[in-house]
Nanobody, 114 residues
Framework: QVQLVESGGGLVQPGGSLRLSCAASGILSRFYVMGWYRQGTGKQRELVVTITSGGTTNYGDSVKGRLTISRGNVTNTVFLQMNNLNPEDTADYYC????????WGQGTQVTVSS
């Protein structure tokens, strides 16, 4: 089991950018999946993007071309670069790590508003 800590959320104007970070403390197994999910008010939690330990990514349809996941040089760290944000991207963003366990972070809030 790992602890996930997200950071980087905040208020941004439409068309702006944000970069979210997720750091996993503890040890993930050799084969794992990390990623980002989001949940807007009154909406179901949805996939943003995942990345496997082998580097394979899977993006949700609503974010393709605007959001990019990457892994840091530090083991078990992932980033989410979000560009050209619009009000529909407003949500709580959660980091998730799956190996033998399924762990979630506490979430970081992203608000896109003028």
């Amino acid at each position: 089991q790992v602890q996930l800590v997200e950071s980087g959320g905040g208020l941004v104007q439409p068309g702006g950018s944000l970069r979210l970070s997720c750091a996993a403390s503890g040890i993930l197994s050799r084969f794992y999946v990390m990623g980002w999910y989001r949940q807007g008010t009154g909406k179901q939690r949805e996939l943003v993007v995942t990345i496997t330990s082998g580097g394979t990514t899977n993006y949700g349809d609503s974010v393709k071309g605007r959001l990019t996941i990457s892994r840091g040089n530090v083991t078990n760290t992932v980033f989410l670069q979000m560009n050209n944000l619009n009000p529909e991207d407003t949500a709580d963003y959660y980091c998730r790590a799956r190996d033998a366990d399924d762990d979630w972070g506490q979430g970081t809030q992203v608000t896109v508003s003028s």
